[in-house]
């Protein structure tokens, strides 16, 4: 696996290089379109803009999925084909918030089996503080490309509603503590985190200029996963930046936990399922 993380000025070395797949990933969850007009504005050379709305998930269904269900591997090797990745692309992902969103895409070509991807180590904000160039020209769009993926094996590991028990789990919740504890949702319609779940917020990955802490750091932060028994799942509000813990678990050199894609806002569209609320017993 290429190591998850790349500086500024080795993607700069690379940006010439026929292999590489750029992508900006910058997204807003209050505002859809910031991401494109972002991207429409300035953007790396050669990066094309992922949606994570469109492209990263599917529709959501208010009642029956989390806000950004996961798509059918068969169409997201569909959507991969089409944006001329093959085995052999670098591909590099960049967003403007610490890689929460570029993560999303890091663990879902890891999800097909493509270990040649990394995330930009401090994003968009780490690029233009090094006086590298933007361009607001779009490159042309790749011809789709034979299918590499149907066959291989998944890097990382995926669990449903269905398969989460927080008594033989160890639960890592992505989101920030007052949400966690259920003081404070303004997003999502029940407050609370699923019982037995810890409280990992994926800013805690970072430093202050949005770079991610040092590996060591990182395994203190994670430590509790190396001494537990169960295995360990990440969820988060909507399956996105739970993908930055795992990422940052890779980073730390940990081994990568599964994901519920569905999240906290799947798992309260089941009035059956149980809600705990402020800190875990």
């Known amino acids: 696996m290429l190591h998850p993380l790349i500086t500024v000025m080795q993607l700069k070395a690379l940006l010439a290089d026929p292999s590489l797949r750029l992508f900006d990933c910058r997204f807003s969850l209050m505002d859809a379109g910031a991401g494109q007009r ?34 059918a591997r068969t169409d997201w090797i569909s959507k991969v084909r089409s944006l001329g ?7 590099v992902l960049y967003d ?16 097909l089996g493509h270990d040649k991807v990394a995330v930009l180590d401090g994003g968009w904000q780490a690029w233009n503080a090094a006086g590298l160039p933007v361009t607001q020209v779009v490159p042309a769009k790749p ?37 966690f504890k259920g003081e404070v949702e303004t997003i999502d319609p029940v407050a609370g985190h699923i019982p037995g779940a810890v409280c990992a917020p994926f800013s ?7 770079r991610f802490r040092s590996p060591q750091q990182l395994r203190e932060k994670f430590s509790m996963t190396s001494g537990s028994a169960k295995p360990v799942v990440c969820y988060c509000g909507s399956g996105i930046t739970a993908c930055h813990n795992i990422l940052a678990m890779a980073v730390a050199g940990l081994p990568l936990p599964a994901l519920y894609a569905g999240s906290w806002s799947e798992w309260i569209t089941d009035a059956g399922r149980p809600v705990a609320t402020g800190n875990p017993a």
Do not use: C, K
């Open 143 to 179: 011809g789709v490309v034979a299918d590499h993926y149907s066959n291989r094996a998944a890097l990382v590991q995926l669990v449903s509603a269905n398969e989460i028990n927080g008594q033989s789990q160890l639960l890592l919740d992505a989101r920030e503590l007052p949400r």
């Open 96 to 111: 403007d918030g610490g890689g929460a969103s570029a993560s999303r895409m890091w663990w879902m070509l890891q999800w």
């Open 38 to 71: 972002a991207y429409d504005n300035g953007h790396l050379p050669g990066a094309r803009f992922i949606d994570v709305n469109r492209d990263l998930s599917t529709p959501h269904i208010a009642g029956r999925t989390g806000r950004h269900p996961l798509p």
């Open 85 to 91: 990745i093959i085995p052999e692309s670098l591909v």
């Open 204 to 210: 805690t990955n970072l430093q202050a200029d949005g």
